[in-house]
């Protein structure tokens, strides 16, 4: 299939970049401070199941190929909210900077991921639509 090259190395990233925030994460702990996995990393591991199983696992079973670009679409929506989500995890878009009491999830960090969440949705909506 012509988006598995692509998509390999996409994963890659998406793997490189995980494994930099497990890593971030592993130093926080032997600091002795708080550890969690925030709501950025699991729309990181969304995009992540969605590339996998979409474009390399359900068209080989049913060989599905349209099925194979929605589901990289639909990844590459996710991917790109990833970023933004942890920025909005570390208050970045605040003046003031990150608050004295860290939640667990930012008010920013949730409505990015609900934002992209709901984009992706979308995006499978009008590309099924589109596409038929």
């Known amino acids: 299939m012509d988006l598995w090259p692509v998509a390999a190395v ?7 970049a995980f494994s930099w925030r497990i890593a971030r994460e ?3 702990w032997k600091e002795g401070e708080p550890i969690w996995f925030p709501l950025a990393d ?7 199941a969605t590339l996998v199983i979409g474009v390399f696992i359900i068209p080989v ?21 990833y970023p933004f989500a942890l920025l909005g995890h570390y208050s970045l ?3 003031t900077g990150r608050p004295r ?6 008010i920013e960090e949730r ?3 609900v934002a992209f969440l709901a984009a992706g949705v979308i995006y499978c909506i009008l590309s ?5």
């Open 10 to 16: 996409i994963l890659g990233f998406q793997l490189v």
């Open 26 to 28: 592993i130093e926080m």
């Open 42 to 48: 699991w729309l990181m591991l969304v995009s992540w």
């Open 61 to 81: 079973v049913i060989e599905f190929e349209r099925w194979a670009k929605l589901a990289f679409g639909t990844s590459l929506v996710f991917m790109v909210g």
């Open 93 to 95: 878009f605040r003046k």
């Open 101 to 106: 009491i860290v939640p667990y999830a930012p």
């Open 111 to 113: 409505a990015i991921v």
């Open 128 to 132: 099924a639509v589109l596409s038929s």
